[in-house]
């Protein structure tokens, strides 16, 4: 079955990059998403990045997708202490019959940004 | 601006009471979605929705049943909860085919003694 895997803690500086990373197991996927969630709050969507392309930059967001490795990162320049919340990443899969996407997601890893 | 509502932000419950979770969206989105969220599990779905009166098994559906009698509403049950229930509970909600993006409430916190 699908598995989301990405380290649970990262701790950076203020001012430095941030990068997380992420693999997946699942090759059929279309989309692949990360979600930003601060403290007390839901997940809310940050960027996501279609199968077909390697690189996506959104401000200081820059995803890179290996789908032969089946890897994916997340890259924050310049990170700020607002930065600091749980990132998830996740996979879409397609429900036969139903035609709609279902995300699968990983454990989060938590960014602790030091000023 | 969008927005999906969670009823309760806190609740506390005891062994065996029956436990209602609501969800409302105001995006008439198709799908909706209830997960559970665990230090250390991330987010586990319990069930999801993609129409009225539709429902499917997520990854963990034991203990719980949910209802989608109005489309913008999903409502959560736990028929007779158990302190193993007790968790973070986020509905989301997506518009069907097209990117998959969520969006999720704030969250329910359950505490069952």
């Known amino acids: 079955g699908e598995d989301v895997e990405q380290s649970l803690f990262l701790s950076v500086r203020e001012g430095d990059s941030s990068v997380i990373n992420c693999t997946y197991t699942?090759?059929?996927?279309?989309?692949l998403y990360w979600y930003k969630q601060e403290p007390g709050a839901g997940l809310q969507l940050l960027t996501y990045?279609?199968?077909?392309?390697d690189m996506k930059q959104d401000q200081r967001l820059t995803v890179l997708l290996n789908k032969k490795d089946k890897h994916l990162s997340l890259r924050i320049a310049d990170t700020q202490t607002g930065d600091s919340a749980i990132y998830f990443c996740?996979?879409?899969?397609?429900?036969?019959?139903?035609?709609?996407?279902?995300?699968?997601f990983g454990k989060g890893t938590k960014l602790s940004v030091i000023p | 601006d969008v927005k999906v509502t969670q009823s309760s932000r806190y609740l506390v419950k005891r062994t065996g009471e029956k436990v209602f979770l609501e969800c409302v969206q105001d995006?008439?989105?198709?799908?909706m979605f209830w997960y559970r969220q665990d230090p250390g599990l991330g987010l586990r779905l319990i069930y999801f929705?993609?129409?009225?009166?539709?429902?499917e098994k997520g990854d963990i559906p034991e203990g719980y049943s949910v209802s989608r009698e109005k489309k913008e509403r999903f409502s959560l049950i736990l028929e007779s909860a158990s302190t193993n229930q007790t968790s973070m509970y986020l509905c989301?909600?997506?518009?069907?085919?097209?990117?998959?993006?969520?969006?999720f409430g704030e969250g329910s916190r359950l505490t069952v003694l």
């Open positions: 989301a909600s997506s518009f069907a085919q097209v990117t998959g993006e969520l969006f």
């Open positions: 996740a996979e879409s899969r397609t429900e036969s019959g139903a035609g709609s996407y279902q995300l699968t």
């Open positions: 929705s993609y129409d009225v009166k539709m429902k």
């Open positions: 990045i279609f199968s077909n392309m």
């Open positions: 699942d090759s059929s996927s279309t989309y």
């Open positions: 995006m008439d989105h198709e799908n």
